[in-house]
């Protein structure tokens, strides 16, 4: 991800690795050598959230992605888009994959998933409606918070986290599900 780009969106010159003095002393980025140009890959913000069915007994909404390969169930996710606060985004988000209308959002917490290069900003979504999943998501299932369990990845700890916070223990996947992170945004 580092050299996702090869030549200068400005002026088409070949990109450089090439070390320049900044705030924290010198430090080599990717640069145009032409017009200096920096490639900053400063990390993508992603929203997550952890769905809470207000009319299903407050179970809990996990999604399989299409694309991902095994049976790993994670949470809706989706990157934030110009013009909008992160809780527009969730919403907007959530209602796009699942159809569900969301009544009430509360921030979890802030996770790096530093694979993808992400930031994962993530909500406790209380939702309501009929569930109709968009074309990229295989498949849902309910859980409660007692059988759900966590990965140890981004928004596998914020599940936990809310998890915790409401008073209960959380349960863990050793082996994280690849995907269930914020891998789904990228190729996923
Ligand atoms: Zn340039």
Aim: aromatic share 10%; net charge negative; with cysteine.
């Amino acid at each position: 991800m580092p050299n996702a780009f090869t030549y200068c969106p400005t002026c088409a010159t070949t990109l450089q690795m090439l070390s320049q003095p900044e705030d924290g002393g010198p430090k080599s980025r990717l640069r145009c050598p032409a017009c200096g140009w920096t490639h900053w890959n400063n990390p993508t913000p992603v929203l997550a959230a952890v769905i809470e069915l207000a009319d299903r007994d407050g179970q809990l909404l996990l999604a399989r992605n299409a694309a991902w390969p095994g049976k790993a169930f994670g949470l809706i996710t989706g990157f934030m888009e110009a013009g909008e606060t992160p809780q527009e985004g969730i919403a907007r988000e959530v209602h796009e994959e699942t159809s569900l209308v969301v009544d009430s959002l509360s921030l979890i917490g802030v996770y790096d998933f530093q694979r993808m290069n992400q930031v994962i900003i993530a909500y406790h979504a209380l939702a309501r409606g009929e569930i109709v999943l968009s074309p990229e998501l295989a498949e849902y299932r309910l859980f409660t918070p007692d059988t759900v369990r966590c990965w140890r990845a981004g928004t596998g700890y914020a599940l936990a986290d809310w998890l915790s916070a409401r008073g209960h223990s959380p349960k863990w996947v050793e082996i994280p599900p690849r995907p269930a992170d914020a891998a789904r945004l990228e190729s996923w």
